[in-house]
């Protein structure tokens, strides 16, 4: 069973910046694609980024490309999300997944899942 706890959340001006943390345990998480999710009161889960469980070319919502970067550390069981120049309708829950086939944007494709993390972008 895999366990993973996210961190790094919290209230953040326009324009600003934050960096997600996702910590893995209880599994091998060099195995496991990695995701991140999000979604705001009222509407569904969207997929937000994504890196294959060996790194290579990570994939991004429209959204988020440009702005967001999506990052992990094998050696720290840890993916990161990065970022910047945060807007209100960023504003949500994010949450981190894990796949263990391979890279899906698709939120019924992932295995595992974090409680959740806040993000709050006030205009």
């Known amino acids: 069973q895999v366990q993973l706890v996210e961190s790094g959340g919290g209230l953040v001006q326009a324009g600003g910046s934050l960096r997600l943390s996702c910590a893995a345990s209880g599994g091998t998480f060099s195995s496991y694609s990695m995701g991140w999710f999000r979604q705001a009161p009222g509407k569904e889960r969207e997929f937000v980024a994504a890196?294959?469980?060996?790194?290579?070319?990570?994939y991004y919502a429209d959204s988020a490309k440009g702005r967001f970067t999506v990052s992990r550390d094998n050696a720290k069981n840890t993916v990161y999300l990065q970022m910047n120049s945060l807007k209100p309708e960023d504003t949500a829950v994010y949450y981190c997944?894990?796949?263990?086939?391979?890279?899906?944007?698709?939120?019924?494709?992932?295995?595992?899942w974090g409680q959740g993390t806040q993000v709050t972008v006030s205009s």
């Open positions: 997944a894990a796949d263990l086939r391979s890279v899906s944007m698709v939120a019924r494709d992932y295995d595992y």
């Open positions: 890196v294959y469980w060996s790194g290579g070319r990570p």
